[in-house]
Protein backbone atom coordinates (compact mmCIF):
# COMPACT_ATOMS: atom_id res chain seq x y z
CA UNK A 1 0.00 0.00 0.00
CA UNK A 2 3.11 2.56 0.95
CA UNK A 3 4.88 1.53 -1.81
CA UNK A 4 2.01 2.01 -4.25
CA UNK A 5 1.41 5.37 -2.33
CA UNK A 6 5.45 6.74 -3.26
CA UNK A 7 4.54 5.20 -6.98
CA UNK A 8 1.83 7.22 -7.26
CA UNK A 9 3.87 10.67 -6.01
CA UNK A 10 6.19 9.68 -8.21
CA UNK A 11 4.80 9.51 -11.19
CA UNK A 12 2.85 12.72 -10.18
CA UNK A 13 5.89 14.66 -9.43
CA UNK A 14 7.39 13.19 -13.02
CA UNK A 15 4.25 14.67 -15.05
CA UNK A 16 4.15 17.94 -13.15
CA UNK A 17 7.90 18.23 -13.93
CA UNK A 18 7.12 17.54 -17.46
CA UNK A 19 4.05 20.23 -17.93
CA UNK A 20 6.90 22.44 -16.39
CA UNK A 21 9.46 22.19 -19.05
CA UNK A 22 6.81 22.30 -21.38
CA UNK A 23 4.82 25.72 -20.28
CA UNK A 24 8.57 26.52 -19.99
CA UNK A 25 9.86 25.99 -23.37
CA UNK A 26 6.43 27.15 -24.75
CA UNK A 27 6.93 30.42 -22.81
CA UNK A 28 10.62 30.98 -24.09
CA UNK A 29 9.49 30.48 -27.68
CA UNK A 30 6.65 32.59 -27.80
CA UNK A 31 7.89 35.62 -26.21
CA UNK A 32 11.02 34.81 -28.58
CA UNK A 33 8.85 34.83 -31.12
CA UNK A 34 6.69 37.73 -30.01
CA UNK A 35 9.76 40.06 -29.06
CA UNK A 36 9.74 42.99 -31.80
CA UNK A 37 12.46 42.25 -33.98
CA UNK A 38 15.14 45.20 -33.91
CA UNK A 39 16.85 46.13 -37.48
CA UNK A 40 20.51 46.14 -36.60
CA UNK A 41 22.96 43.88 -37.33
CA UNK A 42 26.42 44.01 -34.91
CA UNK A 43 28.79 42.17 -37.53
CA UNK A 44 26.80 44.23 -40.56
CA UNK A 45 26.43 47.64 -41.71
CA UNK A 46 23.15 48.20 -42.49
CA UNK A 47 21.19 51.49 -44.56
CA UNK A 48 19.13 53.79 -43.09
CA UNK A 49 17.25 56.80 -45.15
CA UNK A 50 17.35 60.16 -44.24
CA UNK A 51 13.81 61.39 -44.54
CA UNK A 52 14.01 64.62 -42.32
CA UNK A 53 17.01 67.32 -41.29
CA UNK A 54 16.17 70.18 -39.18
CA UNK A 55 19.56 72.40 -38.45
CA UNK A 56 19.24 73.41 -34.68
CA UNK A 57 22.15 75.94 -34.70
CA UNK A 58 24.75 76.58 -37.29
CA UNK A 59 26.69 73.34 -36.61
CA UNK A 60 24.40 71.20 -34.72
CA UNK A 61 21.14 69.40 -36.80
CA UNK A 62 19.03 66.96 -36.02
CA UNK A 63 18.86 64.09 -38.80
CA UNK A 64 15.83 61.53 -39.15
CA UNK A 65 16.05 58.12 -40.49
CA UNK A 66 13.72 55.89 -41.53
CA UNK A 67 13.57 52.17 -40.18
CA UNK A 68 12.05 49.94 -43.22
CA UNK A 69 8.20 49.89 -41.96
CA UNK A 70 6.43 52.51 -39.57
CA UNK A 71 6.10 49.74 -36.59
CA UNK A 72 9.76 48.83 -36.85
CA UNK A 73 12.11 48.86 -33.97
CA UNK A 74 15.46 49.72 -34.17
CA UNK A 75 16.97 47.31 -31.63
CA UNK A 76 19.33 49.76 -29.69
CA UNK A 77 19.68 48.61 -25.63
CA UNK A 78 19.45 52.08 -23.53
CA UNK A 79 22.67 53.51 -23.28
CA UNK A 80 24.42 51.99 -25.92
CA UNK A 81 25.44 53.31 -29.72
CA UNK A 82 25.41 53.12 -33.03
CA UNK A 83 28.74 52.84 -35.12
CA UNK A 84 27.79 55.05 -38.06
CA UNK A 85 30.25 54.83 -41.34
CA UNK A 86 30.70 57.86 -43.83
CA UNK A 87 33.40 59.27 -45.86
CA UNK A 88 35.65 62.54 -45.38
CA UNK A 89 36.54 65.52 -47.62
CA UNK A 90 39.50 63.49 -49.23
CA UNK A 91 36.81 60.28 -49.81
CA UNK A 92 38.51 58.43 -46.96
CA UNK A 93 36.09 55.93 -45.06
CA UNK A 94 35.42 56.69 -41.29
CA UNK A 95 33.64 55.31 -38.61
CA UNK A 96 32.39 56.76 -35.69
CA UNK A 97 30.08 56.34 -32.65
CA UNK A 98 26.85 58.09 -32.20
CA UNK A 99 23.80 57.83 -29.56
CA UNK A 100 20.45 58.16 -30.68
CA UNK A 101 18.21 60.59 -28.72
CA UNK A 102 15.13 58.30 -29.66
CA UNK A 103 14.09 55.22 -27.93
CA UNK A 104 12.69 51.60 -29.25
CA UNK A 105 9.16 53.25 -27.91
CA UNK A 106 9.66 54.92 -30.89
CA UNK A 107 7.92 53.39 -33.44
CA UNK A 108 9.36 53.47 -37.43
CA UNK A 109 12.27 56.00 -37.16
CA UNK A 110 15.19 57.06 -34.97
CA UNK A 111 17.24 60.24 -34.62
CA UNK A 112 20.74 61.49 -34.11
CA UNK A 113 21.69 65.00 -32.89
CA UNK A 114 24.83 65.59 -34.97
CA UNK A 115 27.22 68.31 -34.04
CA UNK A 116 29.90 69.09 -36.97
CA UNK A 117 33.17 70.25 -36.63
CA UNK A 118 35.16 72.14 -39.24
CA UNK A 119 37.80 69.94 -39.58
CA UNK A 120 35.86 66.85 -38.24
CA UNK A 121 36.25 63.66 -40.82
CA UNK A 122 32.76 62.43 -40.00
CA UNK A 123 31.54 65.66 -39.41
CA UNK A 124 31.87 66.48 -43.49
CA UNK A 125 30.03 63.50 -44.54
CA UNK A 126 26.91 64.64 -41.59
CA UNK A 127 27.26 68.31 -43.07
CA UNK A 128 27.19 66.88 -47.07
CA UNK A 129 23.98 64.36 -46.13
CA UNK A 130 20.12 65.34 -47.72
CA UNK A 131 17.15 64.05 -46.98
CA UNK A 132 16.75 60.81 -49.00
CA UNK A 133 20.58 59.82 -48.51
CA UNK A 134 21.42 57.36 -46.82
CA UNK A 135 23.47 56.03 -43.73
CA UNK A 136 25.38 52.91 -42.84
CA UNK A 137 24.82 51.81 -39.27
CA UNK A 138 26.13 48.82 -37.31
CA UNK A 139 25.46 47.80 -33.64
CA UNK A 140 24.40 47.94 -31.03
CA UNK A 141 27.66 48.95 -29.59
CA UNK A 142 29.01 49.70 -25.64
CA UNK A 143 29.08 48.21 -22.50
CA UNK A 144 26.66 50.21 -20.44
CA UNK A 145 23.66 47.97 -19.35
CA UNK A 146 20.62 49.36 -18.19
CA UNK A 147 18.25 48.04 -15.61
CA UNK A 148 15.14 50.01 -14.12
CA UNK A 149 16.22 50.86 -10.02
CA UNK A 150 19.66 49.11 -10.67
CA UNK A 151 20.46 52.23 -8.37
CA UNK A 152 19.28 54.92 -6.42
CA UNK A 153 20.95 57.58 -8.02
CA UNK A 154 22.46 58.65 -10.99
CA UNK A 155 25.12 61.21 -11.17
CA UNK A 156 26.14 62.90 -14.79
CA UNK A 157 28.56 64.28 -16.25
CA UNK A 158 28.26 65.56 -19.56
CA UNK A 159 30.38 67.77 -22.25
CA UNK A 160 29.40 68.39 -25.80
CA UNK A 161 28.13 65.94 -27.64
CA UNK A 162 28.31 63.53 -24.76
CA UNK A 163 24.65 64.54 -23.43
CA UNK A 164 23.01 62.29 -25.96
CA UNK A 165 23.73 59.03 -24.04
CA UNK A 166 22.70 61.06 -20.74
CA UNK A 167 19.47 62.00 -22.17
CA UNK A 168 18.79 58.82 -23.69
CA UNK A 169 18.95 57.15 -20.45
CA UNK A 170 17.26 60.00 -18.73
CA UNK A 171 14.53 59.45 -21.03
CA UNK A 172 14.23 55.60 -20.45
CA UNK A 173 14.23 56.01 -16.83
CA UNK A 174 11.52 59.14 -16.31
CA UNK A 175 9.28 56.90 -19.06
CA UNK A 176 9.38 53.89 -16.71
CA UNK A 177 6.90 54.59 -14.20
CA UNK A 178 8.37 51.37 -12.68
CA UNK A 179 12.04 53.21 -12.11
CA UNK A 180 12.49 55.42 -9.14
CA UNK A 181 15.82 56.16 -9.79
CA UNK A 182 17.08 60.16 -9.15
CA UNK A 183 19.31 61.94 -11.67
CA UNK A 184 21.42 64.70 -11.20
CA UNK A 185 23.06 65.91 -14.56
CA UNK A 186 25.54 67.96 -14.61
CA UNK A 187 26.41 69.45 -18.24
CA UNK A 188 28.90 71.65 -19.32
CA UNK A 189 29.79 73.62 -22.65
CA UNK A 190 31.62 76.25 -23.85
CA UNK A 191 28.72 78.94 -24.75
CA UNK A 192 25.24 79.07 -23.81
CA UNK A 193 24.66 77.91 -28.32
CA UNK A 194 26.45 74.89 -27.71
CA UNK A 195 23.60 73.42 -24.91
CA UNK A 196 22.80 71.01 -26.69
CA UNK A 197 18.88 69.42 -26.22
CA UNK A 198 18.24 72.35 -23.64
CA UNK A 199 14.42 72.70 -24.45
CA UNK A 200 14.06 68.89 -23.38
CA UNK A 201 16.59 68.74 -20.23
CA UNK A 202 14.47 71.77 -18.70
CA UNK A 203 10.91 69.77 -19.45
CA UNK A 204 12.48 66.58 -18.30
CA UNK A 205 13.52 69.15 -15.07
CA UNK A 206 10.28 70.45 -14.78
CA UNK A 207 8.00 67.31 -15.47
CA UNK A 208 10.41 65.45 -13.15
CA UNK A 209 11.36 68.12 -10.00
CA UNK A 210 11.81 65.49 -7.79
CA UNK A 211 13.91 62.63 -9.90
CA UNK A 212 15.88 64.89 -12.47
CA UNK A 213 17.76 67.89 -11.57
CA UNK A 214 20.57 69.51 -14.15
CA UNK A 215 23.16 71.94 -13.73
CA UNK A 216 24.61 73.87 -16.53
CA UNK A 217 28.46 74.84 -16.53
CA UNK A 218 29.76 77.08 -19.52
CA UNK A 219 33.37 78.46 -20.28
CA UNK A 220 31.87 81.78 -21.54
CA UNK A 221 28.88 82.46 -20.02
CA UNK A 222 26.10 85.07 -21.48
CA UNK A 223 26.32 88.42 -18.91
CA UNK A 224 23.40 86.86 -16.95
CA UNK A 225 24.47 83.70 -15.93
CA UNK A 226 22.87 81.52 -12.99
CA UNK A 227 24.48 78.22 -13.46
CA UNK A 228 28.65 77.23 -13.25
CA UNK A 229 31.13 79.04 -14.99
CA UNK A 230 35.01 77.46 -16.12
CA UNK A 231 35.35 73.61 -16.03
CA UNK A 232 33.49 70.95 -14.25
CA UNK A 233 34.90 71.11 -10.91
CA UNK A 234 35.32 68.90 -7.61
CA UNK A 235 33.19 71.44 -5.76
CA UNK A 236 30.38 71.26 -8.48
CA UNK A 237 30.49 67.61 -8.37
CA UNK A 238 30.30 67.63 -4.34
CA UNK A 239 27.34 69.82 -4.47
CA UNK A 240 25.29 68.68 -7.67
CA UNK A 241 25.96 64.75 -7.66
CA UNK A 242 25.21 62.27 -5.31
CA UNK A 243 27.80 61.52 -2.66
CA UNK A 244 29.89 57.95 -2.86
CA UNK A 245 27.74 55.24 -2.22
CA UNK A 246 27.30 51.18 -3.11
CA UNK A 247 23.81 52.51 -4.38
CA UNK A 248 24.68 55.50 -7.01
CA UNK A 249 27.01 55.68 -9.79
CA UNK A 250 28.06 58.68 -11.67
CA UNK A 251 28.36 58.50 -15.88
CA UNK A 252 30.78 60.62 -17.76
CA UNK A 253 30.35 61.52 -21.37
CA UNK A 254 32.41 64.33 -22.90
CA UNK A 255 35.53 65.44 -25.00
CA UNK A 256 38.82 63.21 -23.90
CA UNK A 257 40.42 65.88 -21.56
CA UNK A 258 37.15 66.09 -19.94
CA UNK A 259 36.80 62.58 -19.02
CA UNK A 260 40.33 62.88 -17.80
CA UNK A 261 39.83 65.59 -15.39
CA UNK A 262 36.77 64.09 -14.44
CA UNK A 263 38.11 60.79 -13.44
CA UNK A 264 40.43 62.53 -11.19
CA UNK A 265 37.95 64.38 -9.41
CA UNK A 266 36.06 61.04 -8.93
CA UNK A 267 38.68 59.15 -7.59
CA UNK A 268 40.04 61.96 -5.24
CA UNK A 269 36.58 62.29 -4.15
CA UNK A 270 36.46 58.52 -2.54
CA UNK A 271 34.22 57.42 -5.93
CA UNK A 272 35.18 53.50 -6.32
CA UNK A 273 36.03 52.40 -9.98
CA UNK A 274 32.52 50.48 -9.47
CA UNK A 275 30.71 53.93 -8.88
CA UNK A 276 32.21 55.00 -12.33
CA UNK A 277 31.42 54.38 -15.53
CA UNK A 278 32.26 56.14 -18.88
CA UNK A 279 30.42 55.60 -22.12
C1 LIG B 1 29.45 56.75 -27.07
C2 LIG B 1 29.55 57.99 -27.92
C3 LIG B 1 28.40 58.61 -28.36
C4 LIG B 1 28.47 59.77 -29.14
N1 LIG B 1 27.31 60.35 -29.55
C5 LIG B 1 27.37 61.46 -30.30
C6 LIG B 1 26.17 62.10 -30.75
O1 LIG B 1 25.05 61.64 -30.47
N2 LIG B 1 26.29 63.24 -31.49
C7 LIG B 1 27.52 63.78 -31.83
O2 LIG B 1 27.55 64.82 -32.52
N3 LIG B 1 28.65 63.19 -31.44
C8 LIG B 1 28.62 62.05 -30.70
N4 LIG B 1 29.79 61.45 -30.32
C9 LIG B 1 31.08 61.97 -30.85
C10 LIG B 1 31.36 61.37 -32.24
O3 LIG B 1 31.64 59.98 -32.13
C11 LIG B 1 32.57 62.01 -32.97
O4 LIG B 1 33.69 61.95 -32.13
C12 LIG B 1 32.30 63.45 -33.38
O5 LIG B 1 31.20 63.51 -34.27
C13 LIG B 1 33.53 64.05 -34.08
O6 LIG B 1 33.89 63.22 -35.13
P1 LIG B 1 34.59 63.80 -36.44
O7 LIG B 1 35.06 62.62 -37.25
O8 LIG B 1 33.71 64.76 -37.15
O9 LIG B 1 35.80 64.62 -35.86
P2 LIG B 1 37.36 64.18 -35.81
O10 LIG B 1 37.86 64.04 -37.22
O11 LIG B 1 37.51 63.01 -34.89
O12 LIG B 1 38.00 65.44 -35.10
C14 LIG B 1 38.45 66.57 -35.87
C15 LIG B 1 38.43 67.84 -35.04
O13 LIG B 1 37.09 68.11 -34.62
C16 LIG B 1 37.09 68.68 -33.33
N5 LIG B 1 36.38 67.79 -32.38
C17 LIG B 1 36.08 66.49 -32.56
N6 LIG B 1 35.40 66.00 -31.50
C18 LIG B 1 35.31 67.01 -30.60
C19 LIG B 1 34.73 67.14 -29.33
N7 LIG B 1 34.07 66.11 -28.74
N8 LIG B 1 34.81 68.34 -28.71
C20 LIG B 1 35.42 69.37 -29.30
N9 LIG B 1 35.99 69.33 -30.51
C21 LIG B 1 35.94 68.17 -31.16
C22 LIG B 1 38.49 68.86 -32.94
O14 LIG B 1 38.92 70.13 -33.35
C23 LIG B 1 39.20 67.79 -33.74
O15 LIG B 1 40.55 68.06 -33.90
C24 LIG B 1 29.74 60.31 -29.51
C25 LIG B 1 30.90 59.69 -29.06
C26 LIG B 1 30.82 58.56 -28.27
C27 LIG B 1 32.10 57.90 -27.81
Redesign the pocket.
Known amino acids: MEKAQSHKIGMISIVVALVAIGAGTAYYFYFLNKRPKGCLDPEKFKEFKLVKRTQLSHNVANFKFALPTPSSVLGLPIGQ ?1 LSCRGKDCVGEV ?1 T ?4 PTTLDSDLGYFE ?6 P ?6 HFREMREGDYLAVKGPK ?1 RFKYQPNQVRAFGMLAG ?3 I ?2 MFQVARAITENLSDRTNIHLVYANVTYEDILLKDELDNLASKFPNRFSVYYVLNQPPEEWDGGIGFVSKEMIQTYCPAPAPDIQILR ?3 PLMNKAMAVHLDALGYTPKMQFQ ?1
Do not use: E
Open positions: HVKAYTLVIKMYQGSMSHGGTGTPCGPF
